[in-house]
């Protein structure tokens, strides 16, 4: 099964965009998805420099843009990647190309989004002096309650031995003094604590913005970097995508659900490189690849021939089912037999695991068209639980 990633910030490189360039329709589609996000991405992907594109809000657009260019670069008829790739997930910044991709936001909208949050979080970075570091090594329940001492957040737990923990200068300097044992703190070039509560001004200008955007469930299992979580909800994609501006990142817990839903392959679109080494690191045994450049383009549609499959929802639209949000064992509430309707918004059942139980609910309702696992049933997170076909007057509204 393959998994297609997107990176976050501080991804990207000077000039990193320069090669694709040469593939066709990427520069005029840089160029229009420029003239949404307000700036000239062809530029600042090839000649701005390393200080230029560190600033918040011309990274985010530039390592979104950069992504979607390279998305149909590696699969020109989109529609056809959603018969390929088993699940989605992107890193921070990376979750709106990743939604893109399942067909939750138009590239448009990701623009306009992205071009949003990256001022928001750039402003609210420029209230107080703020940056986050790297923690390599160490115990990670050591290094999250050495963070809290010092009163800093554990902003990217992202598996393989390494946290990033953001807040003031003040703080990680003092943490950095103080390491936690049998750890290196190494300080990083960005320019605020990104998801913490430094980034809450952020937030509510973006929810404000969410209001006005409709969006689409996902065609594909999407993982949630909020905590690992399938989600399967259009809305609840966009409302996580607000959240997570100010949320820590849980990539570690991406990562498990990876291996939950069986992955062969991780395919990195650009910028890449920093995904993979964390995939290969707590991912033993599964097959990666960082897609740089064109050159990388032989070797990533090998990948996608020999992992690619149709994802659950392929042939089941996400509009007509209910997946598993986590693996555990699934609890059924609902008494609707097939052919029987289920409200919107109500709880089909539950699926439990030793820390939690989590609630499958139907957003949209709709008549049974079969039950897919029975009360009691172990389910991997993405599985299909129960097939719902739109009531009538749903359909027509």
Sequence with gaps: MLVVVAPGQGSQTPGFL??????????????????VAGMDLVAHGTT????????????????????????????????AGFARIGAGAGHSVGEITAAVGAGVLTAEQAMVLVR???RGMAA??????????????????????????????????????????????????????????????????VAGAFHTTHMAPAVSTLAGYARAITTRDPRLPLISNADGRVV?????????LVRQVSSPVRWDLCMAAMAD?????????????????LAKRALPGVQTLALKTPDDL????????????????????????????????????????????????????????????IAVTAPHGGTVVEWLVEDGDPVAPGQPIVRLHPIAQDVSA
């Design 124 to 189: 609210a970075s420029a209230v107080t002096p703020t940056g986050m570091s790297a923690v390599l090594g160490g115990d990670a329940d050591a290094v999250v309650a050495k963070a809290a001492e010092h009163g800093l957040t554990p902003a990217n737990q992202n598996g393989a031995g390494q946290i990033v923990v953001a807040g003031t200068l003040e703080q990680l300097a003092a943490f950095a003094a103080d390491p936690p044992e049998g750890s290196r703190v190494r300080p990083l070039e």
């Design 232 to 240: 399967h909800d259009g809305r609840e994609v966009l409302s996580r």
């Design 18 to 35: 320069g090669p694709w360039l040469e593939v066709d329709g990427v520069r005029e589609r840089l160029e229009w998805l420029s003239a």
């Design 298 to 357: 032989p070797a990533a549609w090998a990948m996608i021939e020999e992992h690619g499959r149709p994802a659950h929802l392929d042939s089941l639209p996400t509009w007509r089912l209910l997946v598993a949000p986590i693996k555990g064992t699934f609890r059924r509430s609902s008494t609707a037999a097939d052919g029987e309707d289920i409200a919107a918004e109500s709880a089909v059942g539950t699926v439990e695991t030793l820390r939690e139980s």
């Design 261 to 277: 839903l069986g992955v062969t392959a991780v395919l990195e679109i650009p910028p890449a490189g920093t995904l993979v080494g």
């Design 48 to 79: 701005s420099d390393a200080e230029t594109i560190r600033d918040t809000a011309v990274a985010q657009p530039l390592i979104v843009g950069a992504g979607l260019v390279s998305l149909l670069a590696l699969f020109p008829h989109p529609a």
């Design 116 to 118: 949003e949050r990256g």
